[in-house]
């Protein structure tokens, strides 16, 4: 095919797509009139992609937790009552994450999305605050060994992060005086100094989540506001150890090169993004990225780290205000929309979000109605795990145990603590790299069917056409 003097490969040189066609072309995706397919050389070489989620939902006789058949569910853990020593357990349970204990032991660390006071335990950043963090040793059989207060007198602990080395950071959604900070937690030392330290480097604005590289440190941060924006924090001590993070760095907040107008709403199908990283007072961080044109994105949720990727969901953006899931990829610096919600029944108002054992991702869901646990696979279906029969009560804070067995998970409101298990697929580390780097199912190019028909006469695939129309060149 020749169009203006330029055959096929010329084209792709000059114009900068080869390696976007050789990398989107190895996924085996492609769209013909709207119909998503995987091609015959992209199911030969991938022998997971038969997985798409774990069947039907069904009915909790209890009307408590919706689960897909041959799984179980166990209540570990209610407000109001009682820790080990005595004391209420408070309520608004939010993010979470899970680490390995002694004896076999899994060790849950949990948020308290709480505002007014007092604080509920003995050792406060501020005493006048009800926000905070708890933890819960629970055994190979999946009781509750031990519960106790890791971190009290903060504000609104909505999200947070696990770190590499054990610890939990617990983010404040608040910006009141003298909060709108993250802090460390280690749940083998509660209430100590460390835990009412706040990281003031890491900014002061209204937090949500947090995750970070463990081949770098540097730690990627949401914002839970209207707008938002999407900061990093690169940390002056490097050594990936409790307290490191207490000696400060510099935060950054992200913006597009070149970019006129930092909506994301403006981002479009397809697209990739080279990032620019504008550094920003951590005290005002919000005013000089607005000043900055940095990205604005609608509300950012949860974020995950998993395999060289930093995934992190916008819970009303899209053009049905349904929520977005992004990608950013540290190594190539590069920020991509990975998936829209486009209709309610696959995907309404995303909140916290992990990476599965097998290298799924998974959002939970804070919207109008009956909340779910929904799955996304590296192919793009979008697949039900949980429904909450408790409706109009938010799902928060899911993680798995290390070794991958249970998932644990929690309602806000009354605030309850679950255990489930079942027949989890097994870890996969090839299918979380293949996540990674998976186009978008829900975004790849549409073309027809006679554009269809030119490419296989020109020998080109389906994505490369597709690159050529979008580039004016008239098939």
């Not at 949500?208 to 506001?225: K, N």
């Not at 620019?276 to 607005?290: G, L, M, S, T």
């Not at 408790?390 to 255990?419: C, H, M, R, W, Y």
Request: with cysteine.
């Amino acid at each position: 095919m020749e169009k203006n003097g330029l055959n096929r490969r010329d084209f792709l040189k000059v114009g900068g797509m080869s390696t976007l066609a050789l990398t989107l072309g190895t996924t085996g995706l492609l769209s013909v009139d709207g119909q998503t397919t995987a091609s015959a050389a992209g199911r030969a070489n991938n022998p997971t992609s038969g997985f798409g989620g774990y069947g039907p939902l069904v009915p909790d006789p209890d009307g408590i937790l919706d689960l897909p058949r041959g799984f179980h569910y166990k209540i570990i853990s209610r407000e109001g009552e009682r820790m080990t020593d005595g004391s209420k357990i408070p309520g608004m349970f939010d993010g979470m994450a899970a680490f390995e204990g002694p004896n076999n032991t899994t060790v849950l660390v949990r948020n308290h999305e709480i505002s007014g006071g007092p604080a509920f335990g003995k050792n406060p950043f501020d005493a006048n605050a009800g926000g905070g963090t708890s933890a819960l040793v629970v055994g190979s059989n999946r009781e509750v060994m031990k519960e106790y207060v890791t971190s009290s007198g903060t504000i609104r602990n909505c999200a947070g992060g696990a770190t590499p080395w054990g610890t939990w950071l617990t983010c404040e959604e608040n910006r009141s005086e003298g909060h709108g900070y993250v802090f460390e937690v280690d749940p083998q030392q509660p209430e100590n100094e460390l835990s009412r330290t706040p990281i003031k480097e890491m900014g002061r604005f209204s937090h949500e989540a947090c995750a970070i590289d463990p081949s770098t440190g540097f730690v990627y941060l949401t914002e839970d506001s209207n707008p938002s924006y999407l900061y990093r924090f690169i940390p002056n001590d490097i050594s990936q150890k409790p307290g490191s993070l207490q000696k400060g760095g510099t935060l950054y907040a992200a913006a597009i090169e070149a970019a006129t107008d930092p909506a994301a709403s403006n981002f479009k199908t397809g697209q990739t993004f080279k990032i620019v990283w504008k550094k920003v007072n951590p005290h005002w961080c919000r005013e000089e990225a607005n000043e900055q044109n940095c990205i604005k994105f609608s509300r950012l949720e949860g974020a995950f780290f998993q395999e060289g990727v930093f995934w992190f969901d916008d819970t009303s953006a899209g053009e049905k205000k349904l929520g977005r899931v992004y990608r950013y990829v540290p190594h190539t610096n590069t920020l991509e929309l990975f998936y829209e919600g486009n209709d309610a029944q696959q995907m309404e108002y995303p909140d916290n979000i992990c990476c599965t054992p097998w290298g799924d991702l998974w959002f939970v869901e804070d919207g109008a109605g009956q909340d779910r646990i929904m799955g996304i696979t590296p192919e793009g279906k979008v697949y039900p795990f949980a429904a909450n029969a408790l409706n109009n009560n938010e799902f928060a804070g899911p993680t798995f145990s290390p070794d991958g067995k249970t998932l644990f998970v929690n309602i806000q409101t009354p605030g309850i603590t679950f255990a489930i298990w079942g027949p989890f697929e097994r870890r996969n580390a090839a299918r979380a790299r293949e996540m990674s780097f998976a186009a978008p199912t829900n975004l790849v190019p549409q073309v027809s069917e006679k554009v269809a028909k030119v490419a296989k006469e020109q020998g080109m695939s389906i994505l490369e056409a597709a690159a050529f129309e979008r580039h004016g060149i008239n098939l």
